[in-house]
């Protein structure tokens, strides 16, 4: 002992040598105790967490063995926040913009829009919807609620799918929730949706070989996509099978001369774009750089020492600390700029878009009324159709003016030359009609105007949908017995 004293003495750096491995051991130490303490924990929470059934479709259940990520997911329900072009409050699209009426004449849309809220609210939003007034297949309910799973289970995917809507509303009793992406034993992500999985092996890839990283977005990917009923059946299919991009969709659709309803007043074979969320993002440089949904719209979130994802999905825009700044370093403000930037362009082509759609539409019933024949009109109803099926793609999409700007621009500048040429086309068309130009377009300046023009008797509808709510909504509040 006396040794290393002197040892010390004739050379004081060595002092500070044993200081610093002091410190080193201790804190290598503490850190061992903590793991032992850590694991312990995790093994007597392991040991308190209640079994939870295959298909179990009651989130309230999963928020008895995980009451953070529910908590969280409850704020879902809240629909306060507003950004300048989005966020979860209640919007009527078709109050905001009456075009949007005319665009969608024959079709149930445009008997009611509203921005799409939370995902608590899903479920209610659905049954509460002037478009389910319109008969619908039992496919609508298949992103609205952890039981369509369960449902599919029981009775088979097709057999579910071709089921009417209404047959199948007093199963549906849950909103979307922690069944649709997590497995109940392991809680690791899965995909519980067909039309994702069948997508991936018309493309020839196996879902399964997905990263942890991947599946981060292909959960969102099994609902925030495009899709259509295919056949008699309705069965829903995701129509990838030429590519992910707008135009291998379009070409997909007409390999298989798909038309989702005709226009009442031009007579064309309109496609709805449903929302491409998916697509587009994969067009974006978030998606270039790796990053997946989850990390902007669900970020981790941390309580009492305890880190875990915040299952309150919403706009980045009401979260940006925890979602744009970990990666960006710019302030609040400028980041928000940055967004409403980039939306703001892409508005700007929308309603170019929009505007001319909306007389194409207008000028070919005109040419329809004025004796047009069904092979001078086809060019000009195949410009249309595609026209607006590239303006849709973009707005139908939730954040895609974001997500993928520049691809959104694209595709609405193509949307614009589609329309401009059918209106050329058009303008030849009505000048050989000896219709006087340019054709009088109607009053269409609010919603109530637009929808009176198209013929929509709303009163009857409303009155319609009241009956329903009133007499047949009550009997589907008892549970079904799981």
């Known amino acids: 002992m006396s040794k290393i004293s002197d040892s010390v003495k004739s050379k004081p750096w060595l002092g500070w040598v044993l200081y610093v491995i002091t410190i080193v051991i201790v804190f290598l130490i503490g850190l061992l105790a903590s793991s032992i303490i850590e694991r312990r924990s995790e093994a007597l929470v392991l040991q308190t967490v209640k079994p939870i059934a295959e298909w179990e479709p009651r989130n309230e259940v999963w928020g008895e063995n995980y009451p953070r990520e529910y908590e969280t997911y409850l704020k879902t329900a809240d629909t306060t926040f507003a950004s300048k072009y989005g966020g979860s409050a209640t919007i009527d699209m078709l109050e905001k913009n009456p075009d949007l009426v005319i665009m969608w004449a024959g079709y149930a849309f445009s008997r009611d829009y509203n921005q799409a809220r939370g995902h608590y609210l899903a479920l209610k939003d659905v049954r509460y919807t002037l478009r389910t007034g319109v008969p619908q297949p039992g496919a609508c309910w298949t992103c609205k609620s952890t039981d369509a799973p369960r449902l599919m289970n029981q009775m088979g995917i097709a057999e579910y799918y071709k089921k009417p809507w209404a047959e199948l509303g007093p199963e549906h009793r849950n909103s979307i929730g922690c069944q649709d992406c997590h497995d109940p034993k392991t809680m690791h992500l899965r995909i519980t949706r067909p039309a994702l999985v069948e997508a991936f092996q018309r493309m020839g890839k196996d879902i399964n070989n997905s990263t942890h990283q991947e599946m981060r977005s292909l959960v969102c990917a099994q609902c925030h996509v495009e899709y259509y009923f295919k056949g008699e059946g309705k069965y829903l299919t995701f129509p990838w099978d030429k590519g992910l991009s707008m135009e291998d969709m379009e070409a997909y659709y007409d390999s298989v001369n798909h038309t989702d309803w005709v226009h009442s007043l031009s007579k064309a074979p309109m496609l709805k774009a449903q929302h491409p969320d998916f697509e587009l993002f994969k067009f974006g440089i978030h998606s270039e750089r790796g990053i997946s949904c989850a990390e902007c719209h669900m970020p981790y979130k941390t309580e009492g020492g305890v880190k875990f994802t915040d299952h309150h999905v919403q706009s980045p825009l009401n ?99 589609k329309a401009m040429e059918a209106r050329l086309l058009l303008t030849e068309l009505l000048q050989k009609l000896n219709v006087k130009l340019p054709v009088q377009m109607p009053d269409i300046s609010t919603k109530e105007k637009a929808q009176q023009y198209i013929g929509l008797d709303m009163k009857k509808i409303w009155e319609q949908k009241m009956e329903f709510i009133n007499n047949v909504l009550p009997k589907w509040n008892s549970p079904p017995n799981y």
């Open 319 to 417: 979260n940006i600390s925890n979602s744009c700044a970990v990666c960006h370093r710019e302030s609040e403000e400028s980041l928000r700029k940055n967004v409403y930037d980039r939306q703001y362009k892409i508005m700007e082509l929308s309603k170019k878009a929009t505007s001319l759609i909306v007389k194409a539409h207008i000028e070919a019933k005109t040419a329809w009324d004025n004796g047009a024949k069904e092979e001078e009109m086809k060019p000009i109803l195949k410009l249309i159709r595609q026209a607006q099926w590239r303006w849709d793609y973009v707005m139908a999409s939730i954040g895609g003016a974001f997500h993928a700007p520049l691809e959104s621009a694209r595709i609405l500048g193509a949307s614009i030359e």
